[in-house]
């Protein structure tokens, strides 16, 4: 009998470009989230660097694609992405700067009526996709990392690491830029009350200003 696979290694091409990852990746049998996604959805930068900008300054890794992610073909292209970019100028981070990605590269869903709902995926799914992501750092070489929420975080954290309490602060893992772990957006957007979202956007602001300050005072972006 055939053993199941459980990894993207064998599908992950040697030529470490992005568009060679980015056609690579629809091919991509490493666990059994491709079945039900319309397609793998990689990571990009939203605009080209400015004159004078020095390529990506940040890689911002979040779960998985969203419904309309997974039917545009781009990361965080919905809501959260919407609320990201409002955040990332208040934080005065520049949006051409940032190449967004996900941990896990199709949209895990179950069905309720005829919407599509979000379901975590496994450890075991976010270790199948992991060489897609090895992949990224490793072509985009940023100069810092940021986790938004937990999945991206313990990912590279490991399974102890708690964004509630170690949010906002420089994480250092061997072989990886420095890493900064705050909440996902679409944490936001499920605020209870309208004071409760205001207050969990202000305090994702302020963490973004220290991956701004960082930024500034490390690598001069
Ligand atoms: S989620 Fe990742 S490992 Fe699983 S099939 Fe998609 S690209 Fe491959």
């Given amino acids: 009998m055939q053993k199941a696979v459980t990894s993207a290694e064998p599908f992950v091409p040697e030529a470490r470009t992005l568009p060679v990852l980015r056609k690579a990746v629809q091919e991509c049998r ?6 039900n996604a ?12 400015k004159a004078g900008q020095h390529g990506v300054a940040v890689m911002m890794i979040g779960e998985q ?24 100028e208040e934080a005065n981070i520049e949006r051409s700067q940032v190449y967004v990605t996900n941990a896990v590269k199709h949209f895990k869903w179950e069905p309720r009526g005829k919407r599509r709902i979000h379901e975590k995926p496994t450890m075991r799914e976010i270790k199948a996709c992991r060489p ?21 975080a313990q990912a590279l954290l ?9 949010r906002g602060t420089l994480q250092h893992v061997e072989g990886l830029a420095p890493i900064i772990a705050t909440v996902h957006p679409s944490s936001i957007l499920r605020a209870q009350t309208e004071a409760d979202r205001q207050q969990e956007m202000a305090s994702f602001v302020a963490d973004l200003k220290r991956v701004s300050k960082y930024l500034k005072e490390s690598v001069g972006s």
């Fill in 30 to 35: 490493g666990c059994d989230l491709y079945r």
């Fill in 132 to 152: 897609w992501l090895d992949a990224e750092m490793e072509t985009v070489t940023p100069k810092l990392i940021v986790c938004l929420g937990a999945t991206a």
């Fill in 38 to 49: 319309t397609q793998a959805v990689f990571g990009e930068i939203e605009e080209k660097p």
């Fill in 65 to 88: 694609p969203g419904d309309k992610e997974d039917i545009e073909g781009r990361p965080f292209v919905g809501p959260a992405g919407k609320l990201l970019n409002q955040c990332l």
């Fill in 158 to 166: 490991g399974s102890s690491f708690k964004v509630t309490k170690q």
